[in-house]
């Protein structure tokens, strides 16, 4: 069988406004990516840039009252004309989603074996001993010994990293074509954290699923990932391959974030920092969100909202000045910011 031509995901112009205080806010403005059947695509970016709100509208798990615009299509079907039985079938077998935290996203009074067993039993209409024993084999292939006794165990018995192990096998068990992980590894400490991704990454390959990975580390997302999406202020502001993306980007900010990022081979008594504070989407100014903190700011820049632009044949950028910078951007954006860890650049939350 033929592999599909085009995308299996692909979201185009996607703007999304939640009701705060009586007021609509925009978090997401015209977020645009595809995904490939089979391929690993991660979306990196501060806290509050958007990456989690993209996969909940994917997954359309929105709350009410929110206002959505644009195109989010899965397999050519547009997900928010899925209705009734469709979108049941979408969000059963389709697509499946890691949590982050896996405590709060488990039953605390179910055991282990329900969570696990629920969605074979309801949506695949499995007897309860196939989906308990689908569910033995499942813990084995993500590494947990002794599953028939785990089974029975309740969430508190079990540690954050076998939980989330647990996690990633109920979002295989019905073999989705898409995951979405949702900064899976943040609660698990580093060598739990390369366990946990060695697994989800197998499986991904073994199953042939595709996957949409969410996370701060931009080591971790070239290690994952086939391509990587940079989101600044509830925009896509760089889209290229995971691995180029590190000593070559292409705009700016994921310049910054490269700069920033602590270095074992090298020695250094602080990270430089970028000036200024993180910017939500409704919070963003006229023109270039990330102007105000840019090394490269000039007056074009502050007249509207830059395009993405293509750079050759490496990726996309949403930065003007882009043709004349690229391949300049790090020797730049390294002289032009400040040595400090008083900024929020060189905080947990934005050297990723």
Do not use: W
């Not at 028939?148 to 109920?170: D, K, N, T, Y």
Request: charged share 25%.
């Amino acid at each position: 069988m033929n592999p599909p031509s085009g995308p299996l995901l692909a979201v185009d112009g996607l703007t999304v406004r939640l009701p705060v205080a009586h007021e609509l806010r925009t978090v997401l403005r015209d977020v645009s990516f595809e995904l490939k059947e089979g391929k690993a695509l991660g979306l990196v970016g501060e806290s509050g840039s958007g990456k989690s709100m993209t996969v909940r509208t994917i997954a359309r798990l929105l709350p009410p009252g929110a206002e959505v615009s644009g195109q989010v299509r899965f397999d050519g079907r547009e997900v928010f004309d899925l209705r009734g039985e469709a979108l049941r079938k979408y969000r059963a077998g389709d697509v499946s989603m890691i949590f982050q935290d896996a405590r709060a996203h488990t039953n605390p009074v179910r055991r282990i074996g329900d969570f696990l067993t629920e969605a074979l039993r309801t949506n695949q209409k499995v007897t309860r001993k196939a989906a308990e024993a689908r569910a033995v084999a499942l813990l084995e292939e993500v590494g947990i010994h002794d599953p028939e006794r785990r089974l029975r165990q309740f969430p508190h018995e079990l540690s954050g990293g076998l939980l989330q192990r647990v996690m990633i096998a109920a979002s295989v068990a019905v073999r989705p074509r898409l995951i979405l992980a949702d900064e899976p590894t943040t609660a698990l400490d580093v060598t739990t954290q390369a366990e946990v991704m060695v697994i989800l990454k197998r499986m991904q390959a073994e199953y042939g699923m595709s996957m949409l990975f969410i996370t701060h580390d931009l080591e971790l997302a070239s290690a994952v990932c086939d391509d990587t999406v940079v989101f600044y202020a509830g925009q896509v502001v760089e889209r290229q391959s995971a691995s180029r993306l590190h000593h070559d980007p292409l705009h700016p900010y994921t310049a910054a974030l490269v700069q920033a990022r602590p270095e074992i081979t090298h020695r250094a008594v602080r990270l430089p920092a970028l000036p200024g504070h993180p910017t939500t989407a409704y919070e963003a100014p006229d023109g270039c969100a990330f102007a105000p903190r840019c090394p490269f700011v000039q007056e074009a820049c502050r007249a509207g909202v830059p395009p993405l632009l293509r750079i050759g044949e490496q990726g996309d950028s949403r930065c003007l000045r882009m043709p004349e910078l690229h391949g300049r951007l790090l020797a730049g954006v390294s002289a032009s910011m400040p040595a400090g860890t008083s900024s929020s650049a060189a905080s947990g939350e934005e050297t990723l």
